[in-house]
T-cell receptor
Framework: GIQVEQSPPDLILQEGANSTLRCNFS?????LQWFHQNPWGQLINLFY???GTKQNGRLSATTVATERYSLLYISSSQTTDSGVYFC???????????FGTGTLLAVQP | DTGVSQDPRHKITKRGQNVTFRCDPI?????LYWYRQTLGQGPEFLTY????????KSRLLSDRFSAERPKGSFSTLEIQRTEQGDSAMYLC???????????FGNGTRLTVT
């Protein structure tokens, strides 16, 4: 089945810093989503981005489907950005969203 | 759009007991998914429905697990004879059609003592 790898696994930032999270996938995809899981376990949709670039406030995402990767940019990070960021894809022969291993982000004041 | 609703939020049960969780999807969504998440891991697929039909089940879904979606509306996930290894967060998600974005509920956290 399709493999989804995320990097880095852990990241510590000072408030106000910028960061880039990466998601690599092993097959062509029909859907790619980025999620933020907050400390209470809630999975929040950030982007639905099977290809191209989208921006939402301080966050933006780019998926280069032909090269099988996606990037999530966080600018001017805030402590509320802390949590785990997941990339998840539909692709290949699957009819379900397959999650990556996540990036644990800690933003310190 | 009231979002995906799950009940209960937390469940503590003794090993060997049966538990049932409920998920109410977003009303116009045809597809409903169940995932399980353990500490430090990403969510893992368990099963999904299109309307009332259960179309796929993961190998993670042992014969102690059963899911239903009567009339294509809400869904229930039952775990019989719970084991300590069943302790996890159980997440429900819904989407409109294949490849459209999934929207997750807040999950049910199960603790088996």
């Amino acid at each position: 089945g399709i493999q989804v790898e995320q990097s880095p696994p852990d990241l510590i930032l000072q408030e106000g810093a910028n960061s880039t999270l990466r998601c690599n996938f092993s097959d062509s995809v029909n859907n790619l989503q980025w999620f933020h899981q907050n400390p209470w376990g809630q999975l929040i949709n950030l982007f639905y981005i099977p290809s191209g670039t989208k921006q939402n406030g301080r966050l933006s995402a780019t998926t280069v489907a032909t090269e099988r990767y996606s990037l999530l940019y966080i600018s001017s990070s805030q402590t509320t950005d802390s949590g785990v960021y997941f990339c998840a894809v539909y692709g290949g022969a699957t009819n379900k969203l397959i999650f990556g291993t996540g990036t644990l982000l800690a933003v310190q004041p | 759009d009231t979002g995906v609703s799950q009940d209960p939020r937390h469940k503590i049960t003794k090993r060997g007991q049966n538990v049932t969780f409920r998920c109410d999807p977003i009303s116009e969504h045809n597809r409903l998914y169940w995932y399980r998440q353990t500490l430090g891991q990403g969510p893992e697929f368990l099963t999904y429905f299109q309307n009332e039909a259960q179309l796929e089940k993961s190998r993670l879904l042992s014969d102690r697990f059963s899911a239903e979606r009567p009339k294509g509306s809400f869904s229930t996930l039952e775990i019989q004879r719970t084991e300590q290894g069943d302790s996890a967060m159980y997440l429900c998600a819904s989407s409109w059609v294949l490849n459209s974005p999934l929207h997750f509920g807040n999950g049910t956290r199960l603790t088996v003592t």
